[in-house]
């Protein structure tokens, strides 16, 4: 299950070959990926805001009270996963669209996949350097979106062509999700999980 990861970084279209091969029965056990590399970012940060902290131009390192960043680790993960589970889900869906095969756990599975470079940069969140993770977070968000590219015409076993409208369609999902979870994010902070930082 984590054997692909490697391949996914360094070697992707053989990859996605390789998970493409696999029987309906593998794909579905695949499903536990996404639920254990998600925690990765929201364990690194809680550490990195609750013990590290952050400085603001060199000043006393700055913490968030760790009652406080708990709430916010559960909603992150949630967010993740979440985002993982409706974007593939939504993939099924569209794929009689785009004559692909598919079943609802196999589009669950490929966006797990496709943001394995998120979830792995998410983990230099237990030093948490805010110009560093955004730099981080923007390049493994871009090759994410690589992944899906490289990814739905092989895994999905559709044409070239057809592939890339396919992948432009789950790239535009999500986009309409990552602007959710920011509005949701921001009521959420004031009346649900309000960080509370340590003095």
């Given at each position: 299950?984590?054997?692909?990861?490697?391949?996914?970084?360094?070697?992707?279209?053989?990859?996605?070959?390789?998970?493409?091969?696999?029987?309906?029965?593998?794909?579905?056990?695949r499903l536990?990926?996404?639920?254990?590399?998600g925690a990765i970012p929201p364990v690194a940060f809680?550490?990195?805001?609750?013990?590290?902290g952050w400085a603001v131009m060199g000043d006393d390192p700055i913490r968030l009270t760790p009652d406080s960043a708990l709430p916010l680790a559960v909603l992150f993960y949630v967010a993740l996963v979440g985002g993982v589970a409706f974007i593939g889900w939504m993939m099924h869906w569209m794929s009689r669209t785009y004559d692909a095969d598919s079943f609802p756990e196999k589009g669950v599975v490929f966006m797990g996949y496709a943001a394995t470079p998120v979830f792995l940069a998410g983990a230099l969140g237990v030093y948490p350097?805010?110009?560093?993770?955004?730099?981080?977070?923007?390049?493994?968000?871009?090759?994410?979106?690589?992944?899906?590219y490289l990814g739905v015409?092989?895994?999905?076993?559709?044409?070239?062509?057809?592939?890339?409208?396919?992948?432009?369609a789950v790239f535009a999902v999500a986009l309409v999700y990552v602007v959710a979870v920011l509005a949701a994010t921001t009521i959420?902070?004031?009346?649900?999980?309000?960080?509370?930082?340590?003095?």
């Open positions: 299950m984590f054997g692909h990861i490697f391949g996914l970084l360094f070697a992707p279209t053989a990859e996605w070959r390789k998970l493409a091969a696999l029987s309906e029965r593998e794909i579905k056990k536990l990926y996404p639920l254990v590399m809680y550490l990195g805001t609750t013990r590290t350097v805010w110009w560093l993770d955004i730099l981080l977070a923007t390049a493994a968000c871009s090759y994410a979106i690589r992944l899906v015409p092989p895994f999905m076993k559709v044409p070239e062509e057809r592939g890339i409208l396919y992948a432009s959420l902070w004031e009346y649900v999980a309000t960080p509370v930082f340590d003095d």
